[in-house]
């Protein structure tokens, strides 16, 4: 076998778009119903694809701890559904994000369909080193924008963690950064709190940086003996 009928047929497993997919608009409509589904990071923003590349295993660990943590907490109290990345968020018909978690009010449970129709309540986002602007500033505008209630930024890198939230006047304000053994306090979900270094306390012996990154649901949740 060929490298390039490799190359081609590992594109058709994981449904790789094609190369003219990216040089034009799209509606979140015409996306689902002409692309293949597809098992790379792929979001539109402002009618663009953009496909990133797949995690580090450092972002799948920390993604895959704090699910665990709140949607435990979630669940005990049935405020709600936590919902784990990959899952469309579709803010706008030219606007489609996959935030690493989202948690959603039962109240509103009735945006979530196929995918979720609108903006969460709590999102959360780990950042990686390459896309440090896109988390901090970039999806922040947006999810401001479109009405997320509370934002939290999670950096492994920094060892900290961001919480911003809507003011009275539906901007963004920042609540807190929390760093060590500092607890990251929820304002939305009153007594849900992280402390910041058991939640990144893998960061130093996790740095493997491999490009395979996506890591079994199962895993997120096994618990350490």
Not at 47 to 73: C, E, S, Y
Not at 156 to 178: K, S, T, V
């Amino acid at each position: 076998m060929s490298v390039s009928t490799l190359k081609r047929e590992t594109e058709d497993l994981l449904g790789t778009p094609p190369a003219w997919a990216f040089e034009r608009k799209w509606t979140y409509k015409q996306a689902l119903a002409q692309l293949p589904e597809t098992l790379h990071p792929l979001e539109i923003w402002d009618g663009k694809l953009v496909m990133t590349a797949t995690p580090f295993f450092i972002h799948q660990n920390v993604v895959g701890r704090f699910f665990t943590q709140l949607d435990r907490w979630v669940r005990a109290r049935r405020l709600g559904v936590v919902i784990v990345a990959p899952m469309d968020c579709v803010l706008a018909d030219g606007l489609v994000l996959q935030p690493d978690v989202m948690f959603i009010a039962k109240e509103r449970a009735r945006i979530i369909k196929g995918h979720v129709m609108g903006a969460p309540d709590l999102v959360v986002e780990v950042v990686s080193g390459r896309r440090r602007k896109r988390d901090y500033k970039d999806k922040r505008d947006r999810y401001e924008a479109h009405g997320v209630k509370e934002y939290w930024i999670v950096d492994p890198e920094e060892n900290h963690i961001e919480i911003w939230g809507l003011n009275a006047d539906a901007f963004f304000e920042i609540r807190g950064r929390y760093a060590a053994r500092q607890f990251a306090s929820s304002r939305l979900l009153a007594g849900f709190r992280v402390r910041v270094d058991r939640l990144l306390s893998d960061r130093k012996s996790t740095r493997l940086n491999s490009s395979h990154g996506y890591i079994s649901y199962a895993v997120f949740c096994l618990k350490k003996k």
